[in-house]
């Protein structure tokens, strides 16, 4: 079964240091997107991006964030300068189309800030 | 803002003891999903429900969509180690088809 994949599974990086986090979709979905998810806490939606655009992006999704689809399969997230508070799991997800399709989940990104 | 309360917050039984979880929101929503999440995974879809007072199965898992749009409910006929995992729902505001999660239930069966 196709499935998202994301690296690196795991990634401690200094306060203050620049963080790329990435992505391989689904290869024939559309629409991607950046949940993050902090240890105990609930699943926060991030960014949604389509047609190598932002469709939609929580107020968590600020100038420290971007991200960017640079060929036709990796899908990134850039932390620019990392917090501690940016420690969590990010999980990166795609979908055929935007209603009525199940998206779909990578296996996380686990990102801790020291 | 809707609201999405999700009930037990954790839950601990023992093989073949039945359970139900709970989701609530605070307006109206047009459709539910129902996910669940092992440890260091992410959320894998279970079911959509969308019409009120809607039933899905599967397995022995059973989805109930409340007839006022409001309420969700997932019960776990004869639990069992397998089922272990966290149960989140999340629901799509109006304008948007991205979900939004619920804390989610955290649910250990012990064998």
């Known amino acids: 079964e196709p499935e998202v994949t994301q690296t690196p599974s795991h990634q401690v990086t200094q306060m203050g240091q620049e963080v790329i986090l990435r992505c391989v979709p689904i290869?024939?979905?559309?629409?991607f997107y950046w949940y993050r998810q902090i240890l105990g806490q609930k699943v926060e939606f991030l960014v949604s991006f389509y047609n190598n655009e932002i469709s939609e992006k929580s107020e968590i999704f600020d100038d420290q964030f971007s991200v960017e689809r640079p060929d036709g399969s990796n899908f990134t997230l850039k932390i620019r300068s990392t917090k501690l508070e940016d420690s969590a799991m990010y999980f990166c997800?795609?979908?055929?189309?935007?209603?009525?399709?199940?998206?779909?989940f990578g296996e996380g990104s686990w990102l801790t800030v020291v | 803002t809707q609201l999405l309360e999700q009930s037990p917050q954790f839950l601990s039984i023992q093989e073949g003891e039945n359970l139900t979880v709970y989701c609530n929101s605070s307006s109206v929503f047009s459709s539910l999903q129902w996910y669940r999440q092992e440890p260091g995974e992410g959320p894998v879809l279970l079911v959509t429900v969308v019409t009120g007072g809607e039933v899905k199965k599967l397995k022995r898992l059973t989805f109930q969509f409340g007839d006022a749009r409001k309420d969700s409910s997932l019960h776990i006929t004869a639990a069992q180690p397998g089922d272990t995992g966290l149960y989140l729902c999340a629901l799509r505001p109006g304008g948007s088809y991205i979900p939004t999660f619920g804390r989610g239930t955290s649910l250990i069966v012990h064998p």
């Open positions: 997800a795609s979908t055929l189309r935007s209603s009525g399709n199940t998206i779909y």
């Open positions: 290869s024939n979905h559309l629409y």
